[in-house]
C-alpha cells in the first residue's frame, strides 16, 4: 500500500533509538540495577516508581498499570499520535531517512503526519517572532523587557519575540513556506472574522512567548498587550489545539525539567515575566501555569519530574499578596494532598511578584523570597483565621468552624494533630476542644466523600423509599472477568517451579547473546508448566534465530503472540536482574538456566525411573538395559549441572 513506511526502516528506528533518552524527556530515571532504570510512571499516578526501562531490550513496563511497549510505543501513547507520526518523528530525531512501499526516499506533503506539520508550523512562526523583536517597529516591546530588568541576552534565552502590527503579516510568512490555510486553521495562530473568508494573525502587536512542552517543541504562545488602542485582554494565549492543552502546559518546563530533576525541587510563579525573572535570578526550577490553575494534570507532570515517591522534594508555590493570590494559594492547597513531596507558599508581604523583586531590589531578593517560604499548611490555616476577629468570642468559634475543616484535609497523620495544636495556640482554644472539631470535621469528610458509608446509603435509601439502589446492588454482585484476562492467568509468584520458569524467561529475553549453541537448543527442548510462561516459551522457539540487536529479539518475540500476552513479555524484559557488574550478570545467567535444565533433567530422570519400575526386566531385557543407562546418563548431565551452579 503507497505511503506505509517500510518495516525494515520501522525496525532501523526502533534498534537505534536510545529509549531512555526518549523516556528522560518525560520522566525522571533513577539507577534500579545493572541496566535497568525506574521512575514513576506518566501513564497513572502512582506515589512510588514502578515503570521500569531496560535500554538494551528498549523496552519498559510498569507493574503497577501494565502498560508496557518499545520506544515508538511510548512516543506514540505520550504526544497521541499516530504510529506513521511517531516512526516519522524519531526517525527525524535520529536523522535517518525513511523510505516508503511507493518507492519513495520520504513523505510527500499530503503523508506527512498532522501533528508533526503543526509542530512545523509552531517552528517556523516561533523563528518569525524572534526576528521580528529587533525590528524598528518592535521599540515597544524591546521597551517592555528593559523596563523589567530583561535585556537582548535574556530575551534570546527565553526565545521572546514580537508579533507585528498588521492583520497578515504571520500568515503571509506562514503561507510562504508552504503550509496551507488547513494546516493553519488547526495552530490556533489565526482568526476568522464573521464572513468565514476573512483569516487573519491572531496575535497583532504584542510581546510573544513561546510555550513548549517537555521535549522543547513550541505548542503555542502566550502574546502580552503593548498598545492602548489594543481592545484585547492583557494577555492573550493560543486557544485549545491538538498540540495545546492548558491544563496540561507549563511554561518553562523545557528549562526547568533538568533542575527539577536534579534538585527535587519545583517552583510555580504565575506569569512569563516571574518564570524568566526566577530563572535569571538563579531559581532554575521554576514553571507557570498558562491562563488556568494549577490542576491535576500539571501535578501528574511536576511529580514524575520530582520522583514523588516519599523520599524528599518541594513544591513552592509564589503568589500575590492581595487577595487573588491568596484565592489561588488556598486552591493549591486543595490539591496538595496529591503530592509525597512538602509543599510552601511563598508570598512577599509587600505583594510584589518575582520579577517585580527582581526588578527593585536585584537577583538576590529573588533567592530570598523563595527561601523564605512557609508551609501551605500554615498558610492556608492563616488564612482562614484572617476572616474573624479572633478578639470576641463568637469571631473564635466562628473561626475554628472554618479552620477545623482546613486541618481535617491534612493526609499526614503525625501532621495532623501538630497543626491542630498549633491552630489551638493561634486561637487562644483548649488543645482537646480543636482536636474535637478537626476530628469531626474528619469524619464528615469521610462520609462524605465514601458513597458506602452507613450515613449515605441511609440517605440514599430514604430518597429512593427504602428500596436498595444501583450501586447498593452492584457491591454485592462480583464484576464480569475482563475477557483479555481470562486468557492470562497471572502465575503464581509463590510456586517455585513457576519462579524458576520465569527466571530463566528473564534471562533469554534480557541476555540472549549470554546462551551457546548448546544451551539454546536445551532451553528450547525445555518443557514449561505454567500457562503463561509455556505460551511465552513456545513464542520464544516461534522467533527464530536471535537479531543483533536486544531490543529487536524482544520485540520479535512480543509479535508472536497475542496482545493479552504482549504486556507480560515486556513485563519478563524489564524485571530488573539481580546483578552488580557484568560478571556477576553472566554468573547469574548460567546458574539460572542451569537450575533450570537440572529440574528438567529431574522430570526426565522421574519419567524414566517410572517406566523402568512398570517394566518386567525378563519380559524386555534389552529395554531395561537401555533404560539403566539412559537413567545414568541423566543422573550424570544432573551432577555436571549441580557442580556448574
Same mark, same amino acid.
Given at each position: 500500500m503507497a505511503g506505509l513506511i517500510k518495516r525494515e526502516d520501522i525496525d532501523e528506528v526502533r534498534s537505534r533509538t536510545d529509549i531512555k533518552a526518549v523516556v528522560d524527556g518525560y520522566v525522571t530515571l533513577k539507577s534500579a540495577g545493572i541496566g535497568s532504570f525506574k521512575g514513576l510512571c506518566p501513564f497513572h499516578d502512582e506515589r512510588s516508581p514502578s515503570f521500569h526501562v531496560r535500554p538494551q531490550v528498549g523496552t519498559y513496563h510498569c507493574f503497577g498499570c501494565g502498560e508496557s511497549g518499545d520506544v515508538i510505543s511510548f512516543v506514540q501513547k505520550m504526544d497521541h499520535g499516530t504510529f506513521s507520526e511517531t516512526v516519522e518523528k524519531l526517525a527525524a530525531r535520529l536523522g535517518y531517512e525513511l523510505h516508503y512501499e511507493d518507492g519513495g526516499t520520504g513523505p510527500r506533503r499530503e503523508d506527512v503526519g498532522k501533528r508533526q506539520r503543526l509542530l512545523d508550523a509552531h517552528k517556523v512562526a516561533a523563528e518569525f517572532f524572534r526576528e521580528q523583536l529587533v525590528t524598528p517597529g518592535a521599540a515597544a516591546a524591546r521597551?517592555?523587557? &528593559? +523596563?523589567?530588568?530583561?535585556?537582548?541576552? &535574556? &530575551?534570546?534565552?527565553?526565545?521572546?519575540?514580537?508579533?507585528p502590527q498588521g492583520w497578515d503579516s504571520l500568515l503571509k510568512h506562514l503561507t510562504g513556506r508552504g503550509f496551507t490555510r488547513? +494546516?493553519?486553521?488547526?495552530?490556533?495562530m489565526f482568526s476568522t472574522g464573521q464572513d468565514a473568508s476573512r483569516f487573519y494573525d491572531r496575535f497583532r502587536g504584542r510581546l510573544i512567548w513561546p510555550i513548549r512542552d517537555l521535549t522543547g517543541a513550541v505548542i503555542g504562545f502566550g502574546a502580552r498587550k503593548l498598545y492602548e488602542d489594543d481592545q484585547g485582554p492583557k494577555y492573550l494565549n493560543t486557544p485549545e489545539t491538538p498540540l495545546y492543552k492548558k491544563s496540561q502546559v507549563l511554561y518553562g518546563i523545557d528549562l526547568a525539567k533538568r533542575s527539577i530533576a536534579k534538585d527535587r525541587q519545583l517552583v510555580v510563579v504565575e506569569g512569563y515575566t516571574d518564570v524568566m525573572a526566577c530563572h535569571l535570578a538563579g531559581i532554575t526550577? &521554576?514553571?507557570?501555569?498558562?491562563?488556568?490553575?494549577f490542576g491535576t494534570d500539571h501535578i501528574k507532570i511536576a511529580r514524575r519530574l520530582l520522583s514523588d515517591d516519599g523520599t524528599g522534594g518541594e513544591v513552592i508555590f509564589t503568589f500575590d499578596g492581595d487577595a487573588a493570590g491568596q484565592k489561588a494559594a488556598l486552591r493549591a492547597f486543595e490539591e496538595d494532598q496529591r503530592f509525597n513531596a512538602q509543599t510552601f507558599v511563598a508570598v512577599d508581604p509587600n505583594g510584589m511578584d518575582p520579577c517585580d523583586i527582581r526588578q527593585q531590589k536585584g537577583d538576590a531578593a529573588v533567592a530570598e523570597l523563595i527561601?523564605?517560604?512557609?508551609?501551605?499548611f500554615e498558610f492556608a490555616i492563616r488564612s482562614t483565621l484572617a476572616k474573624f476577629d479572633l478578639n470576641t468570642v463568637e469571631g473564635r468559634i466562628s473561626a475554628l468552624r472554618a479552620a477545623?475543616?482546613?486541618v481535617a484535609e491534612i493526609r499526614d497523620s503525625a501532621m495532623r494533630p501538630a497543626y491542630a495544636r498549633e491552630l489551638a495556640g493561634w486561637l487562644g482554644s483548649e488543645v482537646d476542644d480543636v482536636l474535637r472539631a478537626v476530628n469531626a470535621a474528619a469524619k464528615r469528610q469521610r462520609e462524605s466523600r465514601d458513597p458506602n458509608s452507613q450515613h449515605n446509603q441511609h440517605n440514599q435509601r430514604s430518597q429512593h423509599g427504602g428500596q436498595e439502589t444501583a450501586r447498593d446492588r452492584s457491591t454485592h454482585t462480583p464484576p464480569a472477568e475482563d475477557p483479555a484476562h481470562q486468557a492470562f492467568t497471572r502465575p503464581d509468584p509463590n510456586d517455585p517451579a513457576a519462579r524458576m520458569e520465569r527466571q530463566a524467561l528473564e534471562?533469554?529475553?534480557?541476555?540472549?547473546?549470554?546462551?551457546?549453541?548448546?544451551?539454546w537448543e536445551r532451553f528450547k527442548a525445555a518443557r514449561f508448566t505454567v500457562p503463561a510462561y509455556v505460551a511465552v516459551h513456545n513464542a520464544v522457539r516461534a522467533a527464530g534465530d536471535?537479531?543483533?540487536?536486544?531490543?529487536?529479539?524482544?520485540?520479535?518475540?512480543?509479535?508472536?503472540?497475542?496482545?493479552?500476552?504482549?504486556?507480560?513479555?515486556? +513485563?519478563?524484559?524489564?524485571?530488573?536482574?539481580?546483578?552488580?557488574?557484568?560478571?556477576a550478570l553472566a554468573l547469574y545467567c548460567r546458574d539460572i538456566l542451569n537450575r533450570l535444565f537440572e529440574l528438567q533433567v529431574t522430570h526426565l530422570k522421574a519419567e524414566k525411573l517410572g517406566q523402568l519400575q512398570r517394566l518386567d526386566p525378563n519380559a524386555d531385557p534389552a529395554l531395561f538395559q537401555q533404560l539403566n543407562r539412559e537413567l545414568m546418563e541423566l543422573e550424570m548431565q544432573r551432577r555436571a549441572l549441580r557442580e556448574m551452579q
Open positions: 521597551g517592555f523587557l &528593559a +523596563e523589567r530588568g530583561f535585556d537582548p541576552a &535574556a &530575551a534570546e534565552h527565553f526565545g521572546v519575540g514580537y508579533a488547513d +494546516e493553519l486553521a488547526q495552530t490556533g526550577t &521554576a514553571v507557570a501555569t498558562c491562563g488556568t490553575a527561601r523564605s517560604r512557609r508551609p501551605l477545623a475543616p482546613v534471562v533469554v529475553l534480557q541476555q540472549p547473546g549470554l546462551l551457546d549453541a548448546g544451551q536471535v537479531p543483533g540487536s536486544a531490543a529487536a529479539w524482544v520485540e520479535q518475540v512480543r509479535q508472536e503472540l497475542p496482545d493479552a500476552l504482549r504486556g507480560f513479555v515486556s +513485563e519478563l524484559a524489564v524485571t530488573p536482574i539481580p546483578a552488580r557488574d557484568a560478571d
